[in-house]
Structure formats: C-alpha cells, structure tokens
C-alpha cells in the first residue's frame, strides 16, 4: 500500500501515512522513518547528517520555522501545517507536524511526528503564510 497518491504536482498523503524525523539542535536529521524517506524521496543515507530544512518548500514563510524554533528551544511543544519540497523540487506535500524536544543523555534533540492534513486546514494555512513576512 502506498503512503500517498499523486495530484498533479501535489503528493497527498494516505490516512495511514506516518512521517517521523528526529534532529539534534543544529537542526541536522539523526533520524527518518521510511514514511518519511518514501514521501520526501529520499533514501536514509541522503537524509542522515543532512540539514532538515532540505525539504522546506519556498513558499514556506521564515516566520513559520522561526516560531517553530522559538517554541521547540523553550522546551514546549509546536504544532503546524507544513509544506515541503520532494527530492528535486518539482513536487510538494503538505503535513500537520507536532515537534518536541526530546532530553536523551544530556543532549537535547526535535522528534517532528506529521500525518495528514484537512484540506480547508491547508487553505487556511496557505492564507494565513501569505501574510506572514
């Protein structure tokens, strides 16, 4: 079964999609399930030690990843929608992401977990990111 289904430029994905990455605090990915591996299209060694924001889409307003780092950095929990790029940038998805900080042998770390989003949440999202700055 696959994680999602193709619409147009768009990869949508399935209900079952699952997508969790992990970075330490530079942002650098130290972990990537296949989930997310297969929606990205990446395989795990082009995401390993690689900056997490390889997969940020431009139309992603910096205000959004500023609030996100913000939050994560003062120990609290983010939620958002989130757009990103799929391996050589002719393709997008969209994802409701919750990070947190995860404190593991005295280094802290962001597990990103991200499923599906509603479409009128994307709508509301794509609105609200073209005001941002």
């Known amino acids: 079964m696959s994680i999602y289904t193709s619409n147009g430029n768009e990869r ?5 999609a699952f ?5 330490d605090e530079t942002g650098t990915i130290v972990f990537a399930n296949d ?3 297969k929606i990205a299209g990446y395989n795990i060694d082009e995401l390993i030690g690689k900056p997490h924001n390889m997969v940020r889409h431009p139309d992603m307003p910096k205000a959004a990843f500023k609030d996100l780092w913000e939050t994560v950095k003062r120990g609290e929990t983010w939620t ?4 990103n790029n ?3 940038g002719s393709e997008f998805y969209w994802v409701y992401a919750t990070v947190y900080p995860v404190l ?3 280094k802290r770390y962001y597990m990103s ?10 709508a509301s999202s794509i609105a609200l990111y073209k005001t941002l700055v």
């Open 35 to 37: 989930d997310f591996c």
């Open 12 to 16: 949508v994905l399935s209900q079952q």
């Open 113 to 122: 977990c991200r499923k599906k989003p509603v479409a009128d949440e994307i």
């Open 80 to 83: 958002g929608f989130v757009k």
């Open 19 to 23: 997508l969790v990455s992990e970075t």
């Open 104 to 106: 593991r042998n005295g």
């Open 86 to 88: 799929v391996k050589g």
